[in-house]
């Protein structure tokens, strides 16, 4: 599960709290420089130790009792030791996140020790991933705290979501109607684009849709000259040479975690603007879940070409984005209709493309099919999450 980016904990005694799942967890930097996470509450009565989002700190106090842990999650002092009688310390720290782990800077955690580890998770998924956070030496930063809200649907359908193509020509009608002011292509040209654009699935559930890129554009059309250059110094020949004809513009990492990084434009008199958004769809019951929204830049990046590509972020794809806005009506409309009896029997389709065989010879890792308007990826994604549902104990070690 995401909780965060080492970004947003650049100096020792840095967190911030996060949610994987039901529970609410600490995430903050050691004087070590290690990065470490626990469960937010407290050993002794089960208080919670932070009630900010985020901040820097030496000791975390619980406000009930005064019981007192330091970044590493140590218990220092009970703030009444005199009448704790053979108490050790040391076994009452802050319970740990399982298995946390970092890619690129990404935080990751797990709360069961006999889980495959991050690395074996995202797999060949990590080669796509490097384009987005490692094609610079700096690597991505986080440009502000993520934003939040709360939509009246399922986790998987924003999820499956952001695998799905044909939804952007029909439901985003409206905004990709005004970027042709802005220079973009029409509908047509961008579905005929598309038609002929691989997406990418794995073993896992992860997909990603690549970029559809009009060969009328100029190469790397969006990204600043001086990033451009660092992207071709810092990426493998085979990542570069991908980078330029599909990068990985819109996917989900599974379970819960989606990203999109493409070229929009929303106003007639600025031209089209790169941004990258990196999300969490946080399951609140199982027809509400709290989006988490952040929106990343390289680090090398200018000041001016930040500001503007958060803008251009948050206006499509934020809290208030034309695009967000587009969506969360159907994803709440879909789950409205599935709480009904009849409804709730009925079966969804994933077949669209499944006659379409993979491409011979993609030159990246995971299955790719020719076709953005194809649902293999969703389906994917889908079919892991049952075989997850269908697991038992005894079952768990044979994914």
Same mark, same amino acid.
């Given at each position: 599960l995401f909780l965060g980016d080492e970004s947003e904990l650049p100096n020792p005694g840095d967190y911030v709290t996060r949610t994987m799942g039901g529970d609410h967890v600490i995430v903050g930097r050691g004087d070590d420089g290690k990065i470490r996470g626990f469960l937010n509450s407290c050993r002794h009565r089960r208080m919670p130790l932070c009630r900010a989002d985020a901040g820097t700190t030496r000791r975390f106090v619980c406000p009930y009792h005064a019981w007192t842990y330091d970044i590493t999650g140590a218990l220092r002092t009970t703030s009444f030791d005199q009448h704790y009688q053979h108490f050790d310390l040391a076994q009452h720290g802050l319970v740990p996140v399982t298995q946390l782990a970092t890619y690129r800077g990404?935080?990751?955690?797990?709360?069961?020790?006999?889980?495959?580890? @991050?690395?074996?998770? &995202?797999?060949?998924?990590?080669?796509? &991933?490097?384009? @987005?956070?490692?094609?610079?030496?700096?690597?991505?930063?986080? @440009?502000?705290?993520?934003?939040?809200?709360?939509?009246?649907?399922?986790?998987?359908?924003?999820?499956?979501?952001?695998?799905?193509?044909?939804?952007?020509?029909?439901?985003?009608?409206?905004?990709?109607?005004?970027?042709?002011?802005?220079?973009?292509?029409?509908?047509?040209?961008?579905?005929?684009?598309?038609?002929?654009?691989?997406?990418?699935?794995?073993?896992?559930?992860?997909?990603?849709?690549?970029?559809?890129?009009?060969?009328?554009?100029?190469?790397?059309?969006?990204?600043?000259?001086?990033?451009?250059? @660092?992207?071709?110094?810092?990426?493998?020949?085979?990542?570069?040479?991908?980078?330029r004809t599909g990068p990985p513009g819109v996917g989900t990492i599974f379970p819960n975690t989606s990203w999109i990084e493409t070229l929009l434009g929303v106003a007639a008199d600025k031209p089209p603007t790169i941004f990258f958004n990196l999300r969490s769809w946080q399951p609140l019951a199982p027809n509400k879940i709290e989006v988490w929204s952040w929106i990343f830049a390289d680090k090398e990046a200018s000041a001016e070409w930040r500001a503007e590509s958060y803008r251009v972020g948050l206006q499509t794809f934020g809290i208030g984005g034309i695009f967000d806005e587009d969506d969360s009506e159907v994803w709440a409309s879909v789950s409205r209709v599935m709480q009904g009896p009849m409804a709730s029997r009925q079966f969804m389709e994933f077949s669209a493309g499944h006659s379409t065989p993979p491409l011979e010879g993609y030159p990246g890792p995971g299955t790719a099919y020719p076709s953005l308007l194809s649902e293999h990826a969703q389906y994917g994604f889908i079919r892991r999450w049952k075989q997850m549902m269908e697991l038992d104990q005894a079952g768990s070690e044979s994914l």
């Open positions: 990404l935080i990751f955690g797990n709360w069961d020790a006999q889980a495959c580890s @991050l690395d074996e998770h &995202l797999a060949d998924k990590k080669w796509y &991933l490097d384009m @987005l956070f490692a094609r610079t030496p700096g690597g991505m930063t986080v @440009l502000d705290a993520p934003q939040r809200w709360i939509i009246e649907t399922n986790w998987k359908i924003p999820a499956l979501n952001f695998m799905d193509t044909q939804h952007a020509i029909t439901v985003h009608k409206g905004p990709m109607t005004m970027g042709q002011a802005a220079g973009a292509p029409p509908l047509d040209v961008i579905a005929k684009i598309a038609d002929g654009t691989p997406q990418v699935c794995f073993p896992q559930g992860h997909g990603l849709v690549t970029r559809a890129i009009d060969p009328n554009m100029p190469e790397f059309f969006g990204y600043p000259p001086e990033l451009v250059s @660092l992207y071709k110094q810092t990426l493998p020949h085979d990542q570069l040479a991908q980078f």
